[in-house]
T-cell receptor
């Protein structure tokens, strides 16, 4: 079992729809990052969460520590939101504190 | 002042040759990370530098891979005797202090193709 699992793997939506991408993670991961990778390959860090909820524009990220689950929501989706969204967990302790453990990504395509 | 920069942006090499990839982190950032993304695959961690501490090399796939960080700033990832499976995008990221709660700032990546 991967330490960070995302779903769905692929997602197609119509412009304007509300989108949810899910991420489950294992014990030992104490911070969750949501990243956005555009078709050109560049990666942008959207959020870092260790508790609660964060909002930036039309993007909302939530995390439930007890359930080890995080969601990324996009409201009023737009074609420019089309990208791969990656969930990544960061260990708080242990031999490899420095690295992110990545989910396989969710490829989102928003149609006009 | 600018973000993380990487060079070259693209590199084509022949199997068996050595390559060096460079990363310039954001000025003042003490932590630096290398990742790679193979075609059709997810991102994977390679190595992590934090200040003057010994680097975390747990993600390096073989002893052909090495990295150093000079003066706590610029880092070089070296791949010796490249193989075709080394073809990937190599990404560098930096953070101010390397704590687990920090946002990571990614460079644009170096696209390596081994023929």
């Amino acid at each position: 079992k991967n330490e960070v699992e995302q779903s769905p793997q692929n997602l197609t939506a119509q412009e304007g729809e509300f989108i949810t991408i899910n991420c489950s993670y294992s014990v030992g991961i104490s911070a969750l990052h949501w990243l956005q990778q555009h078709p050109g390959g560049g990666i942008v860090s959207l959020f870092m969460l260790s508790s609660g909820k964060k909002k930036h524009g039309r993007l909302i990220a939530t995390i439930n520590i007890q359930e080890k689950h995080s969601s990324l929501h996009i409201t009023a989706s737009h074609p420019r939101d089309s990208a791969v969204y990656i969930c990544a967990g960061r260990r708080q302790w242990g031999g490899s504190q420095g690295n992110l453990i990545f989910g396989k990504g969710t490829k989102l395509s928003v149609k006009p | 002042g600018a973000g993380v920069s990487q060079s070259p942006s693209n590199k084509v090499t022949e199997k068996g040759k050595d390559v060096e990839l460079r990363c310039d982190p954001i000025s003042g950032h003490t932590a630096l990370y290398w990742y790679r993304q193979s075609l059709g695959q997810g991102l994977e961690f390679l190595i992590y530098f934090q200040g003057n501490s010994a680097p975390d090399k747990s993600g390096l796939p073989s002893d052909r891979f090495s990295a150093e960080r000079t003066g706590g700033s610029v880092s070089t990832l070296t791949i010796q005797r490249t193989q075709q499976e080394d073809s990937a995008v190599y990404l560098c990221a930096s953070t101010p202090e390397g704590t687990y709660q920090e946002t990571q700032y990614f460079g644009p990546g170096t696209r390596l193709l081994v023929l």
